[in-house]
């Protein structure tokens, strides 16, 4: 089955402690992307990837990381997480560059305390 | 970069009746226009997108409309039913097609 997973689906944790939210497809998708879904702010972009090796940032990039070692991960890396990063976190691929059809994870539920 | 507005926020409408979403954007550059619904609990899903080359696009009770010159487009949903409840999403993407901008969002609830 295609699709887009993400992993964990619900984490809490404390200020200041790393955290990696792992995501993955199967369907050989050359862009990926992340996105942070925060009430009356929709969905916004805080990195893509375009291939392997190659990322950039989004709209709020500011206290995340990714890396995209293999086409099918892209993990999101919170060094030092902070309350104002509790939010819903969406993976999304998609064959190439936009104008495709995006395909997204089910979220990760990320509280901050 | 792009902006995209979206309204209403809330939206509720008797079964049977259309739904009308509408969405600005801010680039004229942006050619490429996605909605996505998303249903409680999941992560959002393409229900129909339209290109900066087309006027209209239509898929069953599903139409998107643009107007270029005025940089708005819409989405109708005709003979709504219950499971069409659920959170809408447009989107903008320019020509690079390398970042998605999404509207805020529209809580769409049709009452049977």
């Known amino acids: 089955e295609a699709q887009v997973t993400q992993n964990p689906r619900y984490l809490i944790t404390v200020t200041g402690k790393k955290l990696t939210v792992t995501c993955s497809q199967n369907?050989?998708?050359?862009?990926m992307s992340w996105y942070r879904q925060d009430p009356g702010l929709g969905l916004r972009q805080i990195y893509y990837?375009?291939?392997?090796?190659?990322?950039d940032k989004g709209d709020v990039p500011e206290g995340y990381k990714v890396s995209r070692k293999e086409k099918r991960n892209f993990p999101l890396i919170l060094e030092s997480p902070s309350p104002n990063q509790t939010s819903l976190y969406f993976c999304?691929?998609?064959?190439?560059?936009?104008?495709?059809?995006?395909?997204f994870g089910p979220g990760t539920r990320l509280t901050v305390l | 970069g792009e902006n995209v507005e979206q309204h209403p926020s809330t939206l509720s409408v008797q079964e049977g009746d259309s739904a009308v979403i509408k969405c600005t954007y801010s680039?004229?550059?942006?050619?490429?226009f996605p909605w996505y619904k998303q249903e409680l609990g999941k992560g959002p899903q393409l229900i129909i997108d339209?290109?900066?080359?087309?006027g209209e696009k239509k898929d069953q009770r599903i139409a998107v409309t643009l107007n270029k010159t005025a940089k708005h487009f819409s989405l109708h949903i005709t003979e709504t039913q219950p499971e069409d409840s659920a959170v809408y999403f447009c989107?903008?993407?320019?020509?690079?097609?390398?970042?998605?901008?999404f509207g805020t969002g529209t809580s769409l609830t049709v009452i049977p």
């Open positions: 989107a903008a993407t320019p020509p690079e097609g390398n970042q998605f901008y």
């Open positions: 999304a691929s998609s064959l190439s560059r936009g104008g495709d059809t995006q395909y």
């Open positions: 680039d004229s550059a942006s050619n490429y």
């Open positions: 369907m050989n998708h050359e862009y």
């Open positions: 339209i290109r900066s080359n087309v």
């Open positions: 990837s375009m291939n392997v090796e190659v990322t």
